[in-house]
């Protein structure tokens, strides 16, 4: 469906009921340069949430969407401190699991953020101040199926579809990051009388 996104002027947009309030917003930080972060979306009076879908808000064909811009540096704003971690897993081509798994830890990273701010939406920052590729162009080997990205704060998971204030997180929190990297390790059962090959490999690791 075509929806009308009222900035300085009137710009159009394609897409869907059933979509995210977060992923308009992404699209329109592709299209306008406006960050997602500071992106304040309205439609008939309703402030808009990022994890809410489109249709909750009665967005339809030729709806008009009022894009309110948040000014940095205001009293909503929180400073959060990540942590990232870099999870590297020495996948086994032959059993299919991690056969060894190890941790770097990266520098703190201190970001500007709002509460209203979904976690998810703060790893796609670390992801790009930390250069890291994005996740959809990851290569999942062959019996991975965990997530590529978790986040943590106080010792337990938080949802990548919850805000930070839902979480239980405030300014000055730590919250870490965790991007996994596989390694891939081709081992495999030696069977009697065949040699041992040393397939493994310190790159990388």
């Avoid at 930080?29 to 489109?54: K, S, Y």
């Avoid at 030729?62 to 811009?69: A, D, E, F, K």
């Avoid at 919850?162 to 730590?174: F, M, P, V, Y």
Wanted: with cysteine; glycine share 6%.
């Amino acid at each position: 469906m075509r929806v009308l996104i009222q900035d300085e002027a009137c710009v159009a947009f394609q897409c869907k009921a059933s979509d995210t309030v977060a992923s308009l917003k992404y699209a329109i930080q592709e299209e306008l340069g406006v960050d997602a972060c500071d992106q304040c979306l309205i439609h008939a009076a309703r402030p808009m949430t990022n994890i809410h879908r489109l249709s909750m808000y009665g967005v339809g064909q030729n709806s008009t969407i009022h894009l309110n811009r948040r000014m940095r540096g205001g009293a909503s704003d929180w400073e959060l401190i990540v942590k990232p971690r870099i999870q590297k897993d020495r996948w086994s081509d032959y059993w299919k699991e991690s056969m060894e798994t190890k941790t770097d830890m990266e520098p703190d990273i201190h970001l500007t953020v709002q509460p209203t701010m979904t976690v998810g939406e703060v790893q796609k920052q670390v992801e790009k101040k930390m250069g890291w590729l994005p996740t959809s162009k990851l290569k999942r080997m062959e019996g991975f199926k965990d997530p590529w990205e978790s986040a943590v704060h106080k010792g337990r998971l938080v949802p990548p579809d919850k805000t930070l204030q839902d979480c239980g997180l405030a300014s000055g929190s730590e919250l870490i990051t965790v991007r996994r990297v596989l390694v891939p390790e081709k081992w495999k059962i030696i069977k009697e009388g065949e040699e041992e090959e040393d397939s493994s490999s310190d790159e990388d690791w």
